[in-house]
């Protein structure tokens, strides 16, 4: 069965996860950022996770809420931490060291897989996808990866303090 469903995948697929796992993997070393590449993946990554749950599901009140309850949680939760150690800001280049982390590509990996096993789960009609929960808690999932990555941003962007 999984040799069946990979083999019906798309080519693209194949190419977007090696895309994803090469910029997680760059993700691991510690960088210098500016304050618009630090909010681009959380932007994007909302974008699209949004994008995954209308696409799968709808415009539909429940699994959009479901998505804003697991976006809004995590980063609320994460935002509140401290940057991790070894991040930095420097108010005269105003640009931030972000420590090197295997947690990015672990979040991007969940992403990817959640986004794939929703697709294969559909589009062979599991018994998954006629779950009645099964929408919201994908939705929930969804929002809880994308509100990960935003909970990471917002605790580098309070290392900025105000002049």
């Known amino acids: 069965m999984i040799s069946q469903i990979l083999a019906n995948t798309p080519k693209w697929v194949f190419v977007l996860f090696f895309v994803l796992l090469a910029l997680g993997l760059s993700q691991m070393r510690t960088q210098i950022k500016s304050?618009?590449?630090v909010l681009i993946l959380p932007f994007v990554l909302l974008i699209l996770s949004l994008a995954?749950?209308?696409s799968?599901?709808?415009i539909s009140a429940m699994p959009i809420?479901?998505?804003v309850v697991g976006y809004i949680a995590l980063a609320g939760l994460m935002g509140k931490g401290l940057a991790a150690t070894g991040s930095s800001y420097d108010s005269i280049t105003?640009?931030?060291t972000v420590?090197?982390?295997p947690i990015p590509l672990i979040l991007m990996m969940?992403?990817?897989f959640l986004k794939y096993f929703v697709g294969?789960?559909?589009a062979m009609k599991t018994g998954f996808a006629a779950d009645v929960s099964f929408p919201i808690i994908i939705s929930l999932l969804y929002g809880v990866f994308s509100g990960a990555f935003a909970g990471r941003a917002l605790r580098l962007l309070k290392l900025v303090k105000p002049v």
Do not use: E, H
Request: proline share 0%; glycine share 16%.
């Open 35 to 37: 304050r618009k590449r």
């Open 52 to 54: 995954g749950v209308t």
């Open 56 to 58: 799968a599901f709808g």
């Open 65 to 67: 809420a479901a998505w």
């Open 94 to 96: 105003k640009k931030f």
């Open 99 to 101: 420590a090197g982390s």
């Open 110 to 112: 969940g992403i990817f």
């Open 120 to 122: 294969a789960s559909m």
